[in-house]
């Protein structure tokens, strides 16, 4: 069974910072994208990141640029995002997601076929 498991949430401080992990479990990560995404309460979906098969290639939203870094250890089989300079609005539930491609960039936007079940990120004083 295929299945992504985020870790990592929890409550923090503004300014603070987490990192979050995507375990992949019933199948390698090495020919997938990864794409970390977020929702707040009453909001949209948002895409934040995405990071290639090997890594070489990273996007991000400009919400998040500067402040968030994703990174990927194929020999674990996960993929990290790094969250720094946490503002009040970076709470929302945040999931990863993958994609199967041949491509070495990777697109925020594509179709994602495999979701994660999301792990709560809350930023308040």
């Known amino acids: 069974q295929l299945q992504l498991v985020e870790s990592g949430g929890g409550l923090v401080q503004p300014g603070g910072s987490l990192r979050l992990s995507c375990a992949a479990s019933?199948?390698?990560?090495?020919?997938?994208?990864i794409g970390w995404f977020r929702q707040a309460p009453g909001k949209e979906r948002e895409g934040v990141s995405c990071?290639?098969?090997?890594?070489?290639?990273?996007n991000y939203a400009d919400s998040v640029k500067g402040r968030f870094t994703t990174s990927r250890d194929n020999t674990k089989n996960t993929v990290y995002l790094q969250m720094n300079s946490l503002q009040a609005e970076d709470t929302a539930i945040y999931y990863c997601?993958?994609?199967?491609?041949?491509?070495?960039?990777?697109?925020?936007?594509?179709?994602?076929?495999?979701w994660g079940q999301g792990t709560q990120v809350t930023v308040s004083s």
């Open positions: 997601a993958a994609y199967r491609t041949v491509s070495s960039l990777c697109v925020i936007s594509a179709r994602y076929n495999y």
């Open positions: 019933g199948f390698t990560l090495d020919y997938y994208v």
């Open positions: 990071i290639s098969r090997r890594g070489v290639s990273t």
